[in-house]
């Protein structure tokens, strides 16, 4: 079983999957992390020396090094169904749960986030939610093809749950 969570950066797809992982004693895997692991660099380091082209190869990469590992909610980074066929992937290795946010929410999350990110760190607030707007358009189709949806902002573990139960019931049987 693997339950891939998706959604725009600030969705809360890393917050959400440790609970989540836990709640249901499944390991956790934070796709970023991994690539950090992986690399021996942090993300903006990885934008820094390859550009956003060489992250995707290894964001792709990084995938399928745990495809396959089971029993694992992993929180994918906001850009990796977008690029390749990783979504297509992803819905054929697991469950992909779209956590979806308003721009204005997203943005309020980003800009108060400890996380440096590399796309969005020079811009003003009017900038920002502008350049969500756009960038959220042109990434919700491929969001939008996982298999479960839920919408962030005042969640609660319960609503998870309420998603997830018959999930993880169906593949215990």
Request: aromatic content about 10%.
């Amino acid at each position: 079983m693997r339950i891939f969570l998706v959604g725009y950066m600030g969705s809360g797809k890393s917050r959400w999957g440790k609970m989540i992982a836990s709640h249901y004693g499944l390991r956790f895997i934070d796709l970023d992390t991994h690539i950090e692991e992986l690399e021996g660099m942090t993300i903006p380091e990885i934008f820094a020396k390859y550009k956003e082209e060489g992250f995707r190869e290894r964001e792709k990469s990084a995938l399928q090094s745990i495809a396959e590992i089971d029993n694992l909610i992993i929180a994918t980074g906001g850009g990796a169904p977008c690029y390749e066929n990783n979504m297509q992937e992803m819905n054929s290795l697991g469950d992909t749960l779209y956590i979806e946010g308003t721009p204005e929410l997203l943005r309020d999350r980003i800009t108060n986030s400890k996380t440096e990110r590399p796309l969005v760190k020079n811009f003003t607030q009017e900038e920002l939610l502008e350049y969500i707007q756009n960038h959220l358009n042109s990434r919700k189709p491929f969001y939008e093809q996982a298999k479960y949806k839920i919408e962030t902002g005042d969640l609660q573990l319960e609503n998870f749950i309420q998603i997830l139960d018959p999930i993880i019931n169906s593949l215990n049987q």
